[in-house]
């Protein structure tokens, strides 16, 4: 070669051009995705985290469950009372009959 500058034609340098827009869309839409993608596990992180904290907490509120049975017998006992005052006021008073 003499070191003379090779001469494209108008078909070669279109391509050229094609291919260099082409790249740089390409690239773009790889950034785009990228960032939707980075914005996305964070969402997740966030909500991962939240998630654990609730779990946590409600393992802690639930940390005294030995007292639910006690709880449940003692309803039931006020209830029972209830019903005892609820008879003898009907007797009492004529509206309940047996």
Do not use: M, Q, S, W
């Given at each position: 070669m003499t070191g003379t500058p090779l001469a494209l034609t108008s078909t070669q340098r279109d391509l050229w051009w094609g291919a260099i827009i082409g790249g740089?869309?390409?690239?773009?839409?790889?950034?785009?995705?990228?960032?939707?993608?980075?914005?996305?596990?964070?969402?997740?992180?966030?909500?991962?985290?939240?998630v654990r904290?609730?779990?946590?907490?409600?393992a802690e509120n639930t940390a005294d469950t030995a007292l639910i049975a006690e709880t449940g017998q003692?309803?039931?006992?006020?209830?029972?009372?209830?019903?005892?005052?609820?008879?003898?006021?009907?007797?009492?008073?004529?509206?309940v009959r047996m």
């Open positions: 740089f869309v390409i690239v773009l839409a790889v950034a785009a995705l990228l960032t939707i993608l980075v914005v996305l596990v964070r969402t997740i992180d966030r909500r991962v985290a939240t904290d609730t779990l946590k907490a409600a003692r309803v039931d006992a006020v209830l029972a009372e209830g019903l005892k005052h609820h008879l003898f006021l009907g007797r009492v008073l004529g509206k």
